[in-house]
C-alpha cells in the first residue's frame, strides 16, 4: 500500500492533505473518547504497541512491489481489535512516518497519500465491527466469518483508496489499468491470510488471558461490551 513517490503530485496533493486531515481529525476524536475513559498511560502503551508492530508489519514481514503500490501485512484488524482503534489510528501514522524517516525517506512525499489509505478503512472498519460483532461477544471469540468481514472490508478499503490515487493522479490509461490489476491481484494473498492472523493473535491472547489483563489490551478483548 506504499504508493510509488510521483503518483500522485503538484497541485493533485491538495487532496491528499485534506482526506488525511480529515482522517486524523476523527481520529482525535476517537483519541480524546479513549483519553477520557482508559487514561493517558494506557492510552500511552497501547499507542507505542501499535506504533512498534506497524514498523515490524512493513519492514520485517513479507513485503514486495506489485505494479503501482507495495503488497504488506498491515494487520490493521488485528491492531484495532487488540488495542482499540484510537490505538491503531496513532500506530499507523507514527509507525508510517518513522518508517519513512528511518527507512525509506522516498516514501515521505507520499506520507498524506499513504496515511489516508490506511487510516480512513480503519477507521470504517471500526463502524463496521459494531455491526459484524454482536454486543454480547468478546473479541477473544470471534469466529473465522466475522474476522474475514473485518479484514476483508479493511483490505478491500485499502486496495480502493490505492485505485483511487492511481487513477487521480495518473489517469486511465492503459498501462496504468495494467499495473492497477497487477496490484489488486497480488493483494489477495493478503486477503486470505490476515484474517487467519487475526484469529491466530486473538487465539493467543486467549490463551494468555491472564497475562494480558490490564493496560496492554484493550478492555473489549476479553470482556462483551
Known amino acids: ?41 494506557p492510552l500511552a502503551l497501547r499507542s507505542a504497541i501499535a506504533t512498534v508492530g506497524t514498523l515490524v508489519f512493513f519492514e520485517v514481514l513479507p513485503h514486495f512491489a506489485a505494479g503501482v503500490s507495495e ?4 494487520l490493521g484488524t488485528t491492531l484495532l481489535l487488540l488495542l482499540g482503534t484510537a490505538p491503531a489510528a496513532i500506530g499507523l501514522m507514527a509507525g508510517l512516518l518513522i518508517q519513512g524517516l528511518l527507512f525509506a525517506p522516498t516514501d ?21 465491527a459494531r455491526k459484524v460483532v454482536p454486543a454480547g461477544t468478546a473479541y477473544v471469540d470471534l469466529t473465522y466469518k466475522q474476522a474475514l468481514k473485518l479484514s476483508t472490508a479493511y483490505q478491500g478499503g ?34 486470505v491470510i490476515e484474517p487467519v492472523a487475526d484469529l491466530a493473535v486473538l487465539a493467543l491472547a486467549k490463551r494468555c488471558r491472564g497475562g494480558l489483563q490490564g493496560p496492554l489490551v484493550q478492555p473489549r478483548v476479553f470482556h462483551a461490551a
Open 158 to 191: 485499502v486496495v480502493a483508496w490505492v485505485a483511487f490515487w492511481v487513477l487521480y493522479g495518473q489517469g486511465a490509461g492503459a498501462e496504468t489499468l495494467a499495473s492497477l490489476l497487477a496490484f489488486g491481484t497480488a493483494y489477495m494473498v493478503v486477503v
Open 71 to 74: 503488497v504488506h501485512f498491515i
Open 1 to 41: 500500500m506504499h504508493i510509488e513517490p510521483g503518483i500522485v503530485h503538484g497541485a493533485k496533493m491538495a487532496l491528499a492533505s485534506a482526506t488525511a486531515a480529515g482522517a486524523a481529525g476523527y481520529s482525535a476524536k476517537l483519541v480524546w473518547a479513549d483519553l477520557k475513559a482508559h487514561g493517558a498511560a
Open 108 to 128: 515521505l512525499p507520499m506520507y498524506l497519500v499513504n496515511v489516508t489509505t490506511l487510516l480512513v478503512p480503519l477507521l470504517a472498519i471500526a463502524a463496521l
